[in-house]
Protein backbone atom coordinates (compact mmCIF):
# COMPACT_ATOMS: atom_id res chain seq x y z
CA UNK A 1 0.00 0.00 0.00
CA UNK A 2 2.76 2.65 1.14
CA UNK A 3 5.02 1.59 -2.39
CA UNK A 4 3.80 4.57 -4.58
CA UNK A 5 5.89 2.80 -7.54
CA UNK A 6 3.16 -0.26 -7.55
CA UNK A 7 0.77 2.34 -7.55
CA UNK A 8 1.78 4.15 -10.72
CA UNK A 9 1.32 0.72 -12.35
CA UNK A 10 -2.32 1.13 -11.24
CA UNK A 11 -4.95 2.12 -14.16
CA UNK A 12 -6.41 5.26 -13.52
CA UNK A 13 -10.47 4.18 -12.93
CA UNK A 14 -13.34 5.52 -13.48
CA UNK A 15 -12.45 6.95 -16.32
CA UNK A 16 -14.67 9.90 -15.84
CA UNK A 17 -13.96 11.59 -19.13
CA UNK A 18 -13.29 8.92 -21.16
CA UNK A 19 -16.67 7.57 -22.41
CA UNK A 20 -18.48 7.07 -25.51
CA UNK A 21 -21.89 8.28 -25.19
CA UNK A 22 -24.73 5.60 -25.31
CA UNK A 23 -28.46 5.77 -26.37
CA UNK A 24 -29.29 4.90 -22.84
CA UNK A 25 -27.39 6.99 -21.36
CA UNK A 26 -29.10 9.88 -23.72
CA UNK A 27 -32.54 8.65 -22.88
CA UNK A 28 -32.37 8.73 -19.25
CA UNK A 29 -31.21 11.82 -19.20
CA UNK A 30 -34.11 12.93 -21.75
CA UNK A 31 -36.18 11.11 -19.19
CA UNK A 32 -35.46 14.07 -16.68
CA UNK A 33 -35.02 16.78 -18.61
CA UNK A 34 -38.56 16.00 -20.37
CA UNK A 35 -39.74 15.97 -16.60
CA UNK A 36 -38.27 19.41 -15.96
CA UNK A 37 -39.71 20.72 -19.06
CA UNK A 38 -43.11 19.30 -18.01
CA UNK A 39 -42.55 20.45 -14.42
CA UNK A 40 -42.98 24.07 -15.76
CA UNK A 41 -45.00 23.42 -18.76
CA UNK A 42 -48.08 22.75 -16.47
CA UNK A 43 -48.04 26.68 -16.09
CA UNK A 44 -49.19 26.82 -19.56
CA UNK A 45 -51.71 24.41 -18.69
CA UNK A 46 -53.08 26.79 -15.65
CA UNK A 47 -52.96 30.07 -18.12
CA UNK A 48 -55.12 28.20 -20.45
CA UNK A 49 -57.42 26.48 -17.85
CA UNK A 50 -57.64 30.46 -15.76
CA UNK A 51 -58.02 32.04 -18.98
CA UNK A 52 -60.97 29.60 -19.63
CA UNK A 53 -62.62 30.33 -16.28
CA UNK A 54 -61.97 33.91 -16.38
CA UNK A 55 -63.29 35.65 -19.83
CA UNK A 56 -63.03 35.60 -23.21
CA UNK A 57 -61.07 37.96 -23.83
CA UNK A 58 -58.31 36.37 -21.97
CA UNK A 59 -58.98 33.09 -23.15
CA UNK A 60 -58.65 34.83 -26.59
CA UNK A 61 -55.23 35.81 -25.64
CA UNK A 62 -54.02 32.54 -24.93
CA UNK A 63 -55.75 30.87 -28.27
CA UNK A 64 -53.66 34.07 -29.96
CA UNK A 65 -50.09 32.92 -28.65
CA UNK A 66 -50.41 29.16 -29.36
CA UNK A 67 -51.78 29.96 -32.88
CA UNK A 68 -48.99 31.18 -33.55
CA UNK A 69 -46.41 29.56 -35.64
CA UNK A 70 -43.85 29.20 -32.74
CA UNK A 71 -47.15 28.62 -30.08
CA UNK A 72 -47.96 25.79 -32.01
CA UNK A 73 -44.68 24.15 -31.99
CA UNK A 74 -44.05 24.77 -28.35
CA UNK A 75 -47.75 22.64 -28.14
CA UNK A 76 -46.30 19.78 -30.35
CA UNK A 77 -42.97 20.07 -28.49
CA UNK A 78 -45.19 20.20 -25.28
CA UNK A 79 -46.87 16.76 -26.55
CA UNK A 80 -43.80 15.02 -28.04
CA UNK A 81 -42.01 15.58 -23.93
CA UNK A 82 -45.22 14.36 -22.62
CA UNK A 83 -45.01 11.20 -24.84
CA UNK A 84 -41.46 11.27 -24.43
CA UNK A 85 -41.76 10.76 -20.96
CA UNK A 86 -44.48 8.71 -20.74
CA UNK A 87 -42.84 6.02 -22.34
CA UNK A 88 -39.78 6.63 -20.42
CA UNK A 89 -41.80 6.23 -17.00
CA UNK A 90 -43.12 3.17 -19.02
CA UNK A 91 -39.63 1.94 -19.13
CA UNK A 92 -39.16 2.59 -15.24
CA UNK A 93 -41.80 0.36 -14.42
CA UNK A 94 -40.81 -2.27 -16.91
CA UNK A 95 -37.13 -2.00 -14.64
CA UNK A 96 -38.72 -2.28 -11.51
CA UNK A 97 -40.27 -5.65 -11.99
CA UNK A 98 -36.35 -6.57 -12.69
CA UNK A 99 -36.82 -7.33 -16.57
CA UNK A 100 -35.49 -5.50 -19.33
CA UNK A 101 -32.02 -4.29 -17.84
CA UNK A 102 -29.58 -6.48 -19.98
CA UNK A 103 -27.59 -4.26 -23.07
CA UNK A 104 -29.50 -5.42 -25.61
CA UNK A 105 -32.96 -5.42 -24.00
CA UNK A 106 -32.31 -1.76 -22.59
CA UNK A 107 -30.95 -0.21 -26.33
CA UNK A 108 -34.29 -1.57 -27.55
CA UNK A 109 -35.81 0.03 -25.17
CA UNK A 110 -34.47 3.20 -25.27
CA UNK A 111 -34.46 2.87 -29.27
CA UNK A 112 -38.76 2.03 -28.80
CA UNK A 113 -39.04 5.46 -25.91
CA UNK A 114 -37.56 7.14 -29.21
CA UNK A 115 -39.38 6.48 -32.28
CA UNK A 116 -42.52 6.04 -29.85
CA UNK A 117 -43.00 8.95 -28.51
CA UNK A 118 -42.25 10.40 -32.32
CA UNK A 119 -45.04 8.56 -33.38
CA UNK A 120 -47.40 9.29 -30.79
CA UNK A 121 -46.95 13.10 -31.00
CA UNK A 122 -47.14 13.13 -34.92
CA UNK A 123 -50.05 10.49 -34.68
CA UNK A 124 -51.93 12.49 -31.62
CA UNK A 125 -52.01 15.84 -33.96
CA UNK A 126 -52.49 14.13 -37.32
CA UNK A 127 -56.04 12.78 -35.94
CA UNK A 128 -56.65 16.03 -34.13
CA UNK A 129 -56.61 18.00 -37.14
CA UNK A 130 -58.28 15.70 -38.67
CA UNK A 131 -60.97 15.35 -36.41
CA UNK A 132 -61.39 19.21 -36.38
CA UNK A 133 -61.81 19.41 -39.98
CA UNK B 1 -31.39 -9.97 -0.56
CA UNK B 2 -35.18 -9.93 -0.85
CA UNK B 3 -38.05 -8.98 1.20
CA UNK B 4 -41.96 -9.25 0.58
CA UNK B 5 -43.56 -6.28 -0.95
CA UNK B 6 -45.70 -5.60 2.30
CA UNK B 7 -42.52 -5.68 4.73
CA UNK B 8 -41.09 -3.22 2.52
CA UNK B 9 -43.04 -0.51 2.25
CA UNK B 10 -43.00 2.35 5.16
CA UNK B 11 -39.56 1.20 6.48
CA UNK B 12 -36.51 2.06 5.84
CA UNK B 13 -34.25 3.93 7.77
CA UNK B 14 -36.20 7.26 7.15
CA UNK B 15 -38.92 5.60 7.28
CA UNK B 16 -40.03 7.56 4.27
CA UNK B 17 -38.09 6.43 1.31
CA UNK B 18 -40.46 3.49 0.42
CA UNK B 19 -43.53 5.58 0.55
CA UNK B 20 -41.72 8.37 -2.07
CA UNK B 21 -40.96 6.04 -4.48
CA UNK B 22 -43.86 3.78 -3.74
CA UNK B 23 -46.50 7.54 -4.49
CA UNK B 24 -43.73 8.32 -7.73
CA UNK B 25 -44.59 5.16 -9.18
CA UNK B 26 -48.31 4.87 -8.07
CA UNK B 27 -48.46 8.81 -9.82
CA UNK B 28 -46.47 7.33 -13.09
CA UNK B 29 -49.07 4.06 -13.40
CA UNK B 30 -52.02 6.70 -12.77
CA UNK B 31 -50.72 9.60 -14.86
CA UNK B 32 -50.63 7.01 -17.99
CA UNK B 33 -54.27 6.90 -18.92
CA UNK B 34 -54.65 9.84 -17.52
CA UNK B 35 -52.49 11.83 -19.64
CA UNK B 36 -53.25 10.18 -22.71
CA UNK B 37 -57.20 11.19 -21.84
CA UNK B 38 -56.05 14.36 -21.45
CA UNK B 39 -53.68 14.70 -24.88
CA UNK B 40 -56.48 13.47 -26.52
CA UNK B 41 -58.97 16.67 -24.80
CA UNK B 42 -56.18 19.48 -25.44
CA UNK B 43 -55.32 18.43 -28.99
CA UNK B 44 -59.35 18.27 -29.94
CA UNK B 45 -59.55 21.42 -27.80
CA UNK B 46 -56.44 23.64 -29.17
CA UNK B 47 -57.48 26.66 -31.36
CA UNK B 48 -61.19 26.12 -30.44
CA UNK B 49 -63.44 29.37 -29.19
CA UNK B 50 -64.02 30.07 -25.84
CA UNK B 51 -67.42 28.59 -25.78
CA UNK B 52 -66.44 25.48 -27.25
CA UNK B 53 -63.76 24.87 -24.60
CA UNK B 54 -66.09 25.75 -21.84
CA UNK B 55 -69.00 23.43 -23.16
CA UNK B 56 -66.53 20.42 -23.06
CA UNK B 57 -64.49 21.37 -20.24
CA UNK B 58 -67.74 21.56 -18.17
CA UNK B 59 -69.53 18.15 -18.95
CA UNK B 60 -68.82 15.83 -16.09
CA UNK B 61 -67.07 12.89 -17.20
CA UNK B 62 -64.47 15.86 -18.75
CA UNK B 63 -64.27 17.53 -15.54
CA UNK B 64 -63.64 14.93 -13.84
CA UNK B 65 -60.84 13.57 -15.45
CA UNK B 66 -59.27 17.04 -15.97
CA UNK B 67 -59.56 17.36 -12.26
CA UNK B 68 -58.16 13.27 -11.53
CA UNK B 69 -55.23 14.23 -14.19
CA UNK B 70 -53.94 17.56 -12.35
CA UNK B 71 -54.30 15.76 -8.70
CA UNK B 72 -52.40 12.59 -10.15
CA UNK B 73 -49.93 14.71 -11.86
CA UNK B 74 -49.29 17.14 -8.81
CA UNK B 75 -48.50 14.67 -6.40
CA UNK B 76 -45.77 13.38 -9.30
CA UNK B 77 -44.28 16.54 -9.79
CA UNK B 78 -43.80 17.55 -6.45
CA UNK B 79 -42.06 13.99 -5.86
CA UNK B 80 -40.26 14.21 -8.90
CA UNK B 81 -38.64 17.76 -8.57
CA UNK B 82 -37.84 16.70 -4.78
CA UNK B 83 -35.67 14.01 -6.32
CA UNK B 84 -33.78 16.33 -8.82
CA UNK B 85 -33.79 18.52 -6.03
CA UNK B 86 -31.86 16.28 -3.45
CA UNK B 87 -29.37 15.04 -6.25
CA UNK B 88 -28.14 18.38 -7.72
CA UNK B 89 -28.37 21.06 -4.51
CA UNK B 90 -26.06 20.24 -1.68
CA UNK B 91 -26.38 23.25 0.86
CA UNK B 92 -28.64 22.41 2.90
CA UNK B 93 -30.24 25.84 3.69
CA UNK B 94 -30.58 26.41 -0.76
CA UNK B 95 -31.93 22.28 -0.51
CA UNK B 96 -34.71 23.52 2.42
CA UNK B 97 -36.00 26.24 0.01
CA UNK B 98 -36.18 24.78 -3.31
CA UNK B 99 -38.13 21.78 -1.19
CA UNK B 100 -40.04 24.53 -0.06
CA UNK B 101 -40.54 26.67 -3.44
CA UNK B 102 -41.31 23.21 -5.16
CA UNK B 103 -44.41 22.44 -2.62
CA UNK B 104 -45.61 25.84 -2.98
CA UNK B 105 -45.00 25.39 -6.73
CA UNK B 106 -47.19 21.98 -7.33
CA UNK B 107 -50.02 23.29 -4.49
CA UNK B 108 -50.21 26.39 -6.39
CA UNK B 109 -50.58 24.72 -9.70
CA UNK B 110 -53.09 21.79 -8.21
CA UNK B 111 -55.57 24.60 -6.69
CA UNK B 112 -55.86 27.38 -9.97
CA UNK B 113 -55.85 24.43 -12.14
CA UNK B 114 -59.11 22.52 -10.15
CA UNK B 115 -60.44 26.30 -9.29
CA UNK B 116 -60.54 26.77 -12.91
CA UNK B 117 -62.50 23.73 -13.82
CA UNK B 118 -64.43 23.73 -10.93
CA UNK B 119 -65.59 27.12 -11.94
CA UNK B 120 -66.19 26.37 -15.61
CA UNK B 121 -68.08 23.33 -14.06
CA UNK B 122 -70.37 25.08 -12.13
CA UNK B 123 -71.06 27.91 -13.99
CA UNK B 124 -68.86 31.48 -15.31
C1 LIG C 1 -47.71 10.13 -18.55
C2 LIG C 1 -47.33 9.25 -17.69
C3 LIG C 1 -46.11 9.41 -16.82
C4 LIG C 1 -45.34 8.38 -16.43
C5 LIG C 1 -45.53 6.90 -16.78
C6 LIG C 1 -44.27 8.93 -15.61
C7 LIG C 1 -43.30 8.18 -15.00
C8 LIG C 1 -42.29 8.67 -14.22
C9 LIG C 1 -41.36 7.87 -13.46
C10 LIG C 1 -41.34 6.36 -13.39
C11 LIG C 1 -40.51 8.72 -12.85
C12 LIG C 1 -39.38 8.36 -11.92
C13 LIG C 1 -38.09 8.29 -12.65
C14 LIG C 1 -36.98 7.80 -11.76
O1 LIG C 1 -37.25 7.06 -10.81
O2 LIG C 1 -35.83 8.16 -12.04
C15 LIG C 1 -40.89 10.06 -13.20
C16 LIG C 1 -40.25 11.20 -12.81
C17 LIG C 1 -40.69 12.48 -13.07
N1 LIG C 1 -41.85 12.84 -13.71
FE1 LIG C 1 -43.11 11.56 -14.63
N2 LIG C 1 -44.42 10.29 -15.53
C18 LIG C 1 -45.55 10.62 -16.23
C19 LIG C 1 -46.06 11.90 -16.38
C20 LIG C 1 -45.47 13.06 -15.90
C21 LIG C 1 -46.00 14.38 -16.09
C22 LIG C 1 -47.31 14.69 -16.82
C23 LIG C 1 -45.12 15.23 -15.50
C24 LIG C 1 -45.15 16.75 -15.37
C25 LIG C 1 -46.14 17.52 -15.72
C26 LIG C 1 -44.03 14.46 -14.94
C27 LIG C 1 -42.93 14.96 -14.27
C28 LIG C 1 -41.93 14.21 -13.74
C29 LIG C 1 -40.76 14.76 -13.09
C30 LIG C 1 -40.43 16.24 -12.89
C31 LIG C 1 -39.98 13.65 -12.68
C32 LIG C 1 -38.62 13.68 -12.00
C33 LIG C 1 -37.59 13.37 -13.06
C34 LIG C 1 -36.34 12.73 -12.52
O3 LIG C 1 -36.24 12.43 -11.33
O4 LIG C 1 -35.43 12.50 -13.34
N3 LIG C 1 -44.28 13.13 -15.21
N4 LIG C 1 -41.99 10.01 -14.05
Do not use: C
Request: hydrophobic residues 55%.
Amino acid sequence: MTDSSTRTERPLSPHLSVYRLTLTMVMSGAHRITGVTLYFGTLILVWWLVAAATSPRNFDLINAVFGTWIGRLVLFGYTWALFHHMLGGVRHLIWDTGRGLGPVESRRLALATLVGSIVLAVLVWAIGLVLRG
Amino acid sequence: MRNSFHHIRGLGSARSGTEHFWMQRLTAVANIPLVMAFVVILVTLAGRSHAAVIATLGQPMVAILMIATVLSVVVHIRLGMQVIIEDYVNSEARKIALLMANTFFSIAVGLAAVFAVLRISFGL
